[in-house]
């Protein structure tokens, strides 16, 4: 086998926050494919082909990919963020698991820099202390158990970042997941929502939880409820390294 597989984040959006390494795998693929607005963000040019596709083909563009690059291809998939992080790496994984064939590709995963990371570095250091990250999203898992693992990360006083909060199809789930939270005590906590980071349209906003509303998120935002400690320092918040 000639063709080579590259799994790439592409950042939050900002070119300037894509990596160099990302940026020469680009700059060498025969082929692009991915979620069609991040395709987008590949500028065109003679020898490369783009395969944009839809939101929910992840594992039908996984196996395409797969081919192309089993046939000589130089091919990259293209993921917002970091392509480990709720996207195309563990889609491409799934598809070689069932692709015996392909399974001695040369394979690499590029690292990038997710939402998460970059909406927390435009407000300070909400993530200072021991964190984690949920997708709201319940249409891979179902509601129960993105319920359970929020009131153990509350149980357990994680700072909590959410992707994936609210969409069209989706617009009751992270209302309940605010109810939730303060049901059990968290609405003192600062909810610090940032939306779009690195981007012409960047807003970031922060509040307590008992004053946030899930009309100020939508699928470009990226939701971090802090823990019991986290605080205000001047326009900045942050987690405290220390724990009582």
């Not at 997708?135 to 693992?149: C, F, G, M, T, Y």
């Not at 509350?154 to 209302?175: H, K, L, Q, V, W």
């Not at 823990?227 to 942050?238: A, E, H, K, L, P």
């Amino acid at each position: 086998m000639t063709g080579t597989l590259t799994i790439a984040g592409l950042g939050p959006g900002s070119d300037v926050l894509v990596t160099p390494e990302v940026s020469a795998a680009l700059a060498s693929a025969t082929d692009i494919l991915g979620y069609a607005p991040y395709v987008s963000r590949v500028p065109p040019r003679p020898g490369l082909k783009l395969h944009p596709s839809d939101n929910r083909e992840e594992l039908a563009r996984a196996s395409e990919a797969l081919r192309l690059a089993a046939e000589g291809g130089q091919v990259v998939v293209v993921s917002s963020g970091d392509p480990g992080v709720f996207a195309m790496a563990s889609a491409v994984f799934e598809a070689l698991e069932q692709a015996p064939q392909w399974q001695e590709l040369p394979i690499r995963v590029l690292p990038g820099i997710t939402a998460m990371l970059a909406a927390a570095a435009r407000a300070g250091a909400p993530l200072g202390h021991d964190f984690c990250a949920i997708n709201l999203s319940d249409n891979l898992k179902p509601w129960a158990v993105i319920e359970k693992r929020l009131l153990l990360a509350a149980e357990a006083d994680f700072s909590i970042a959410m992707y994936n909060p609210r969409s069209a199809s989706r617009p009751d789930g992270f209302g309940r997941a605010l109810a939730m939270l303060k049901e059990v005590g968290c609405g003192e906590h600062l909810v610090i929502f940032a939306r779009a980071i690195s981007t012409d349209d960047e807003r970031i906003e922060t509040v307590t939880l008992n004053e946030a509303t899930p009309e100020m998120a939508d699928m470009r935002t990226l939701v971090i409820v802090g823990n019991s400690q986290t605080r205000r320092v001047g326009r900045w918040i942050y987690a405290p390294r220390r724990s009582r």
